[in-house]
């Protein structure tokens, strides 16, 4: 006997979950075999340990049993990895859903709900810091070799890689005088865009091509030859960025991404709008842009500067009535007026807690102290 299993799990539930598991993992992966037995195993013995009076599927409730074992996981020390807490409820829910169907119990689908799994953190490659995008570039300039030209490409017209590599021989086009646009083909999003590009970008496409006349497999129309699919060209790719970070000192891993972020940010900064930086990236929408854009301190600086200095932009600042000199009553209404008008303007100005209440109270008081006074039927003399 092999002392690496676990002895079988001693719950009368088991055969029932093990049965679901079997049906769920027909055709997965063996490691996902063993993330499913893993989780049916782990919630069962959390039942047998707490909840022992449970043996049948009629009686499993979402609370305190399924929440139980939800806080249980939660309340691990040392803490699970967010991953594998995420992948635990994930996966015990697609059970109970599958226990739903075959036992013909509708109700236990909804015992785990999809708000109660924690949405994973979307991890976005950064953009280069200016050292080290400098530092890259300096490097691939260096190098002037194929790898070091589409690297050079990617960093100056925001492509992904993958769209890098069914770029076609003929991707340049002229778009007027002295103008030049690539044609990104369809890629991640299964969108075309034209790009506009500089003399830089075309003299890198030139070089690609020169590249490209000295390969001997047959033409098939593309920039960069496949010496055998495309992900083993875009592996190649991505081992060469590493040899090439290495050697230009950058202690952090790169990953051919980043040069995308990078063309975003530097568009943001150069003052392209946010509709076009989206048309130059292939967006469908404004907020996987936004994603992309790396908003430094000096990046707020320039803007409030700007912004400070062209004051048709900036909102009119309220001002306070004017109080006119008027005597008697008038006048007193007037100058309550303009204290409850300063009143108001500072209160706005303060943090929520104990003082903006006082003053809100205060503010209160002067508005019916405003209302009697109005109301005050003076003689005339």
């Avoid at 952090?252 to 930086?277: D, F, K, N």
């Avoid at 989206?278 to 996987?288: C, E, N, Q, V």
Wanted: with cysteine; aromatic share 6%; charged share 25%.
């Amino acid at each position: 006997m092999n002392p690496s299993r676990r002895a079988p799990l001693q719950h009368p539930l088991a055969p029932i979950f093990g049965r679901a598991v079997d049906s769920l993992t027909a055709a997965v992966a063996p490691d996902s075999v063993r993330i499913y037995r893993g989780t049916a195993r782990n919630f069962l013995a959390y039942l047998g340990a707490k909840h022992p009076e449970i043996r049948s599927l009629e009686r499993l409730h979402r609370d305190p049993h399924i929440l139980g074992w939800v806080a249980s996981l939660r309340s691990r020390n040392p803490p699970l990895a967010p991953a594998f807490y995420n992948n635990r409820l994930i996966h015990l829910r697609r059970i109970l859903e599958e226990l739903a169907r075959t036992a013909q119990l509708p109700d236990m689908a909804a015992l785990l709900r999809r708000e109660d799994i924690p949405r994973a953190p979307q991890r976005i490659a950064r953009p280069l810091t200016a050292q080290q995008d400098q530092l890259l570039q300096q490097e691939l300039l260096r190098r002037n070799d194929l790898g070091a030209n589409v690297f050079l490409l990617l960093r100056h017209t925001g492509m992904r890689i993958g769209e890098a590599a069914d770029l076609s021989f003929e991707c340049l086009y002229p778009s007027g005088k002295d103008q030049w646009t690539i044609h990104v083909p369809l890629g991640k999003l299964k969108t075309e865009r034209m790009v506009p590009v500089d003399s830089f970008v075309c003299a890198l496409v030139q070089r690609l091509r020169f590249f490209r006349s000295f390969d001997p497999l047959p033409a098939d129309r593309r920039l960069l030859a496949r010496p055998h699919s495309k992900q083993t060209l875009i592996r190649t790719f991505r081992a060469y960025l590493h040899e090439v970070s290495a050697a230009a000192g950058i202690p952090t891993r790169i990953v051919p991404h980043q040069l995308r972020h990078t063309y975003a940010t530097e568009m943001l900064r150069a003052g392209v709008s946010l509709p076009a930086l989206m048309k130059l990236l292939g967006h469908a929408s404004p907020d996987m842009t936004m994603r992309y854009l790396d908003v430094a301190l000096t990046d707020l600086q320039r803007e409030f500067h700007v912004a400070r200095s062209t004051p048709r932009h900036l909102a009119p600042q309220p001002r306070a009535p004017i109080v006119s000199p008027r005597a008697g009553l008038g006048g007193v209404i007037d100058s309550l007026l303009a204290t409850q008008h300063l009143l108001e303007m500072f209160r706005r100005t303060l943090p929520l807690g104990a003082s903006r209440h006082c003053l809100d109270r205060l503010s209160n008081r002067l508005t019916k102290i405003l209302s009697e006074a109005k109301k005050i039927n003076i003689p005339e003399k």
